[in-house]
T-cell receptor, first 114, second 111 residues
Framework: GESVGLHLPTLSVQEGDNSIINCAYS??????FIWYKQESGKGPQFIID?????DKRQGQRVTVLLNKTVKHLSLQIAATQPGDSAVYFC?????????????FGKGTHLIIQP | KAGVTQTPRYLIKTRGQQVTLSCSPI?????VSWYQQTPGQGLQFLFE???????NKGNFPGRFSGRQFSNSRSEMNVSTLELGDSALYLC??????????FGPGTRLTVL
């Protein structure tokens, strides 16, 4: 079936470096994408979203890039801080059909090295 | 503005029992979605309610059900619990159809 996946289960970066977390999706009808951050013992926290009519969107220290040609989504975190340690999930929605709930990837655990 | 709240936070049940979980959405949000999170399957969509009506449903057996009240609060019920139902159950609310805000979840353990 359709799914959203992440390339790496774990990503380790040095504090202060930029982090890039990747996500591949297979549903070409997906038109809305979200990145969530989940810390231990907490629910997912919204980071940033992007619609399929855009290819880039920036927030505070975060940028999401969408490449619809290869069905690839990435989250860039600038100047990574210890508080960025968490599991990051990409999610997509196909508003044209299906269950219409969010379909989540497996998640990438971001580890910040001091 | 208060966030999404879920009760209880932790629950232990035995196989065959049933359980009811509660979710209070952010004030003004009329859409409530439920998700199951497990280490093996990740986050999976259960169902979504809007204005007391189930709008969408994921691929889960009929043992999983839910409802929404006129104040937008929602409950989900799992009957005849199985060991595999052990999971973190997350509720999310939204104002429109996009950005969803999640609660802390209810950790259900089935023995």
């Amino acid at each position: 079936g359709e799914s959203v996946g992440l390339h790496l289960p774990t990503l380790s970066v040095q504090e202060g470096d930029n982090s890039i977390i990747n996500c591949a999706y297979s549903n070409s009808a997906s038109d809305y994408f979200i990145w969530y951050k989940q810390e231990s013992g907490k629910g997912p926290q919204f980071i940033i979203d992007i619609r399929s009519n855009m290819d880039k969107r920036q927030g505070q220290r975060v940028t999401v890039l969408l490449n619809k040609t290869v069905k690839h989504l990435s989250l860039q975190i600038a100047a990574t801080q210890p508080g960025d340690s968490a599991v990051y999930f990409c999610a997509e929605r196909d508003s044209g059909g299906g269950a219409d709930g969010l379909t989540f990837g497996k998640g990438t655990h971001l580890i910040i090295q001091p | 503005k208060a966030g999404v709240t879920q009760t209880p936070r932790y629950l232990i049940k035995t196989r065959g029992q049933q359980v009811t979980l509660s979710c209070s959405p952010i004030s003004g949000h009329r859409s409530v979605s439920w998700y199951q999170q497990t280490p093996g399957q990740g986050l999976q969509f259960l169902f979504e309610y809007f204005s007391e009506t189930q709008r969408n449903k994921g691929n889960f057996p009929g043992r999983f059900s839910g409802r929404q009240f006129s104040n937008s609060r929602s409950e989900m019920n799992v009957s005849t619990l199985e060991l595999g139902d052990s999971a973190l159950y997350l509720c999310a609310s939204s104002h429109g159809r996009d950005e969803q805000f999640f609660g802390p979840g209810t950790r259900l353990t089935v023995l």
